[in-house]
Each structure stands twice: as structure tokens, then as C-alpha cells.
């Protein structure tokens, strides 16, 4: 486990940031996002290279 906080920003156009210490709950809320947003299926993989630590 890991304290880290973990970031993902959408595009700036869209403006969405998610951020949480837990790393399942950011990949899941911005693959919801993805879906509903932009209908994009996100696989986690695309997820994890725009995720950051904060
Ligand atoms: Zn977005």
C-alpha cells in the first residue's frame, strides 16, 4: 500500500481531475468519466500513463 496521491487529469478543454490515495478508485471514477463523457473505453493500461503522483 501506498500514500502516494494519485492524480489524473483529463484534457484541459474538458477540465476533469480526479485525485485519491487509492489507485483503484482514481482508474475506475476516470473510466466512468471516460465512458460518459467522452464515450471512450479507457483500458487501464491508457489510464495509468496519465496518471501522476501528486
Ligand atoms: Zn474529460
Not at 5 to 21: A, T
Request: charged content about 35%.
Amino acid at each position: 500500500m501506498s500514500n502516494d496521491l494519485k492524480r489524473i487529469e483529463c484534457d484541459p478543454k474538458c477540465g476533469f481531475v480526479v485525485q485519491s490515495h487509492d489507485e483503484k478508485e482514481v482508474l475506475d471514477i476516470a473510466r466512468k468519466h471516460a465512458k460518459e463523457k467522452h464515450d471512450m473505453n479507457a483500458t487501464d493500461q491508457q489510464l495509468k500513463g496519465m496518471m501522476k503522483s501528486a
